[in-house]
């Protein structure tokens, strides 16, 4: 069905009316609009409520460096982590962080190789998302190694004893994952920027702006033969980052997945992992886009409610096979006879930690479900209040999947509980804060919305656009 015939209704059938799409941009905007306003929101004045934000994320971004700073100089021992759990909060975080940073390169990549147009509103935040997520992510593993002035010694070279690393381990196989990951997510979005900033570079009225965005333009000019490249460019990048998005979380789960202990040694883990960590990023786009286009009312019509019901199926979906993955982790453990097995998925449901297994199964597959209707779909306040039990859910996860495995060894003797410390506490939300003062600093000096990639698919970008059906 031709734009002519979509943008007349009157003139169809009832069969036809039900085969028109929705317009990914609403109201008409044309292309200077869009140049206009999305490039307004980074000239313009610095609005109150920016600096406002700011003054609440800061200083908990300087509580984590700080807390930090502290760890190195006393030790890992201001932490709770104890015998036998020697793995506690840090990688709870560590796994929580990383799952948030998939959904950004599943939109961009993914859905750009599957020529999904509706990605091109969101993308460009979830990649940022995606960076920032993953520097969160990357401060755990780091600190959790006790002297992080040894770190390097994950780097593939003999350590100080001319010894290398252990390759057939998981934890180091999580270096070459995470840093690949995050490298080819930088380029992919720094790629993507590039004629944006070019458009912010054309439009600058300071010398100094000028010559920021000139510089980071990398003298773009759009030109034939730059768009030519940089078409090759970006589909090359897509290629790279989607295998990375199943592997990167796959190898995470190989951390437990390899190991021997009850409840970690299960097959189901790989795709269980990748599903959740799509299933929680989806949520974060969903929690830091619904207040950017309440604050910048116009861009609701670039990031259109059909945009919103789309990503809250996808979480319907992702939060479906997260469920799925549940009970087929208790029918193995019923089912496989095991009897540490069996003990281990009971202590989970019943022992000290249930508050924590049954809000992960409330959060993670009872509240999502929501998302059959509609009307939670569509109305903005709702979404945004139900992502939040994924949000919190995806936590809990992870901290069921550590804590209470670890802390029922195979003997009485070496049982034990999991109290995070103040330090624990106020890292963690310190991180939240670093996560938001980066995403400020973005939105604030960089475009939010791919501008030209929404140009594209504009009625009046389409060659056949006036024709008759």
């Known amino acids: 069905m031709s734009n002519a015939t979509a943008e007349h209704p009157e003139h169809l059938t009832e069969d036809e009316k039900q085969l028109v799409r929705q317009p990914l941009v609403l109201n008409k905007r044309t292309m200077g609009w869009i140049s206009d306003y999305i490039s307004s929101i980074v000239e313009g004045k610095t609005p109150t409520w920016w600096y406002v934000s700011m003054a609440i994320t800061v200083p908990l971004t300087l509580m984590c460096l700080a807390l930090l700073g502290y760890l190195i100089s006393t030790g890992v021992g201001v932490w709770g982590n104890n015998h036998p759990i020697g793995w506690a909060w840090d990688i709870t975080n560590f796994v929580f962080w990383i799952g948030i940073g998939h959904a950004g390169t599943l939109i961009s990549a993914i859905l750009f190789l599957t020529r999904q147009k509706w990605r091109t509103s969101i993308n460009r935040a979830a990649e940022a998302m995606t960076l920032f997520a993953v520097v969160c992510a990357g401060i755990y593993p780091a600190l959790h190694v006790g002297r992080v002035w040894m770190a390097w010694f994950l780097a593939p070279v003999p350590n100080a004893n001319a010894i290398w690393q ?30 944006d900033l070019a458009t912010l570079r054309d439009r600058c009225t300071t010398k ?34 989607t295998p990375l998005v199943l592997s990167v979380h796959s190898v995470v789960s190989f951390d437990f997945a390899t190991s021997v202990i009850p409840g970690w040694h299960t097959t189901i883990f790989p795709p269980y992992f990748v599903a959740g960590a799509i299933f929680g990023g989806f949520a974060m786009v969903l929690t830091i886009m619904i207040p950017a286009c309440a604050i910048y009312k116009p ?54 930690y249930w508050w924590a297994y049954w809000s992960m199964m409330f959060c993670n597959v009872v509240a999502p479900q929501i998302f059959w209707f509609k009307y939670f779909r569509t109305h903005l306040i709702w979404v945004w209040v139900i992502v939040q039990f994924p949000n919190a859910g995806m936590w809990f996860e992870r901290f069921v999947i550590i804590a209470t495995t670890l802390a029922r060894d195979f003997t009485p003797s070496a049982w034990g509980m999991f109290h995070p410390t103040w330090v624990d506490v106020c890292t963690f939300i310190g991180t939240f804060g670093l996560f938001t003062t980066l995403f400020l600093l973005f939105i604030r000096f960089l475009p939010m919305i791919c501008m030209f990639e929404v140009k594209a698919v504009l009625p009046e970008a389409d060659p056949h656009h006036g024709e008759a059906h």
């Open 299 to 352: 861009l609701h019509d670039l990031v259109t409610i059909d945009h919103v019901d789309k990503m809250c199926k996808i979480i319907l979906l992702t939060g479906s096979i997260v469920g799925y993955a549940y009970l087929m982790e208790l029918f193995i453990a019923w089912y496989g006879a095991n009897p540490y097995e069996k003990a281990a998925f009971w202590y989970r449901a019943f022992g000290p």
């Open 166 to 195: 252990n390759f057939r381990s998981p934890l180091l196989w999580d270096v070459f994952a995470v840093s690949t990951y995050f490298t080819v997510s930088v380029l992919f979005w720094y790629t993507g920027l590039i004629p």
């Open 208 to 241: 100094i702006r000028k010559f920021i965005y000139g510089v980071l333009a990398l003298g773009w000019r759009g030109g034939n033969r730059q768009w030519r490249h940089y078409e090759m460019a970006y589909l090359i990048l897509a290629g790279l980052s």
